[in-house]
C-alpha cells in the first residue's frame, strides 16, 4: 500500500492555518503542491472532508477524550479528527488509517500522541464500527448518526437556516453535507447541448440541467482537459444557478456592460458567448491575482473584455465616465449557497460577518448605481440563501432610491421573494443563488 503519512501531515498543516482564519482551503492547498498526484488527492480529501464534517466530528471526539487537549496540541487534535474522518468515511483500510495516523505525530515532535491517538480511534473503531458497514456515505449519515448531530454545521448558521427556511432547512443541511455536481456551461458560439453531447464519450453519463438552456451535468467530475473541445473553448465548468445570470441581464447587441466583482470570470464569459456583439463588455474586481483567472478564461473562449482592477465602491478611481446599459453586481457575500463546494466556510464565517457584508453590499450598490443608464438593468447576485443580503438589501436600496425600480423575475425556478427570486442549493442539482433585477427609471 503506498503511504500516505505526508498527505496526512500537509492536510494537518492546512487545517491549523484554517483554524486560525489565515486563509482558506483554496489559498492554502498550494503547500499540497510538493505531493505527488495521488498523495495531493488524498490531502484534498482529508481537508475538504474534514471541514465537511468537521462539526459531527467534534461532537464524536468530545466524547472519546477524558479531557480536552491543550491549545499547543491543536494539530494532534487535527490528526484525531482526520482519523475518525477516514475510519467513517473514506475507503482506507482501518488499520492503515490508525496506523498512519499516528505514525503522524512524531512529525510535529509529539510521540506522546501516539498512544492517545491510536487508543482513541480504536475505541471508536470498536464501539462504532463493523466490517464493511463502517463506510459512512453522506446519502445514510441520517440513518447512522444522532439526529442532533448529522447537521455539522456551527451553532449560529444553524440557527440562521432554520430562521429563513425552517421549512426547507433540513433539506438544506443535507444538500451542504454533499459532494457538489459538476456542471458544464456549453458555449453556443461553437455548439448546441445536444451537438456537444455527441462529443461525449460513452462512459460519461449526463443529463442536462433543468433551468439553464446552455448546461449539462456529468455524473462524475473528470480533468478539465480531458473535455471535448475544453481547451478551444466549447465549454465551461459553471454552476446550474450562475449560468442563470447572464439571461436575466436581457443582453442586446451595442450594449455597454460591467461585470462588477467578476472573478474568476464564469459569468463575464457567459455574457460574451451570449452576446458577441455588445459595444463594450468590462470585467472589474479588487484584486489583481484574481484577474489572472478572468484573462485565462476569456482568452481559451476568445472574448474581448476589458478587465480592470479596481473598487467598486469607488468607481472615480477607475471609471471613464461612460455609462452602461447593463450592470451585474455578483456581490461579494458570506458564500452560504456554495458551502458544498466550499466547506471550508463552516469553519471561516461568523455571524457577525453576515452583518459586514450586507453592509459592502448596500455600499456597493449605492456606488455601482449612478454608473447605469436610464432604463438600464441592474442584476443583483450573490451565493448567500441568508435574507439579511439579499431581499432585505434590496429592499433597503430602493427604500433610498426614487429611481430604482423592483422588475420581477417571472421564472420557474427559485422561491419568490419581497424582491427578487432565491434558489436553495439541491441536492445533485443548482447551488443556493439569489437574484434581484432593478431598472432605472427616467
Not at 245 to 252: D, I, K, T, V, W
Request: proline residues 5%; glycine residues 4%; charged residues 20%.
Amino acid at each position: 500500500m503506498i503511504k500516505k503519512t505526508s498527505a496526512r501531515i500537509i492536510a494537518v498543516k492546512i487545517l491549523l492555518r484554517l483554524r486560525q482564519q489565515k486563509g482558506s482551503l483554496a489559498s492554502e492547498f498550494t503547500l499540497a503542491n510538493e505531493l505527488d498526484e495521488q498523495e495531493k488527492r488524498f490531502a484534498q480529501e482529508l481537508c475538504y472532508g474534514l471541514c465537511r464534517w468537521y462539526f459531527l466530528l467534534e461532537f464524536q471526539l468530545s466524547d472519546l477524550l477524558e479531557k480536552p487537549l491543550k491549545n499547543k496540541d491543536q494539530d494532534i487534535y487535527l490528526l484525531l479528527l482526520l482519523g475518525l474522518y477516514q475510519l467513517q468515511f473514506m475507503r482506507v483500510a482501518p488499520h492503515a488509517a490508525i496506523n498512519e495516523t499516528v505514525d503522524a505525530a512524531v512529525f510535529f515532535r509529539k510521540p506522546w500522541a501516539k498512544k492517545l491517538i491510536n487508543g482513541v480511534l480504536r475505541s471508536f473503531q470498536r464501539e462504532h464500527m463493523s466490517g464493511d458497514d463502517s463506510i459512512v456515505s453522506a446519502n445514510d449519515i441520517n440513518q447512522k448518526i444522532p439526529s442532533a448531530d448529522k447537521i455539522s454545521h456551527p451553532q449560529w448558521l444553524q440557527e440562521a437556516i432554520v430562521k429563513a427556511w425552517p421549512a426547507q432547512s433540513k433539506a438544506i443541511f443535507s444538500a451542504n453535507n454533499q459532494h457538489p455536481p459538476f456542471t458544464l456551461r456549453v458555449n453556443q458560439q461553437h455548439a448546441s447541448v445536444s451537438e456537444y453531447t455527441q462529443l461525449l464519450v460513452d462512459d460519461r453519463s449526463f443529463q442536462t440541467t433543468s433551468y439553464s438552456d446552455v448546461g449539462l451535468t456529468l455524473e462524475k467530475a473528470v480533468d478539465v482537459n480531458s473535455l471535448p473541445n475544453f481547451a478551444q473553448g466549447h465549454s465551461s465548468v459553471q454552476d446550474e444557478a450562475a449560468q442563470l445570470a447572464a439571461p436575466l441581464l436581457q443582453l442586446a447587441p451595442n450594449q455597454r456592460v460591467l461585470d462588477a466583482c467578476c472573478a474568476p470570470g464564469g459569468k463575464t464569459c457567459h455574457i460574451g458567448e451570449m452576446e458577441p456583439s455588445l459595444s463594450a463588455l468590462v470585467g472589474l474586481d479588487l484584486e489583481e491575482r484574481r484577474l489572472v483567472r478572468v484573462k485565462e478564461n476569456l482568452q481559451r473562449l476568445n472574448i474581448n473584455a476589458d478587465i480592470i482592477c479596481g473598487d467598486g465602491t469607488a468607481p472615480d478611481t477607475w471609471w471613464d465616465g461612460q455609462l452602461f446599459d447593463r450592470i451585474l453586481l455578483d456581490a461579494p457575500c458570506s458564500a452560504t449557497g456554495v458551502i458544498r463546494r466550499h466547506p471550508d466556510i463552516k469553519l471561516l464565517r461568523q455571524a457577525q460577518d453576515v452583518s459586514d457584508v450586507a453592509a459592502l453590499q448596500l455600499r456597493l450598490l449605492n456606488a455601482l448605481w449612478p454608473l447605469l443608464a436610464d432604463g438600464g438593468i441592474l442584476l443583483y447576485a450573490t451565493c448567500s440563501i441568508l435574507p439579511q443580503e439579499n431581499t432585505q438589501v434590496i429592499e433597503q436600496f430602493i427604500a433610498n432610491h426614487d429611481n430604482a425600480q423592483h422588475d420581477v423575475i417571472e421564472a420557474e425556478w427559485g422561491i419568490t421573494q419581497p424582491y427578487g427570486r432565491q434558489l436553495l442549493p439541491q441536492t445533485k442539482g443548482h447551488d443556493g443563488f439569489y437574484y434581484a433585477r432593478l431598472i432605472k427609471s427616467k
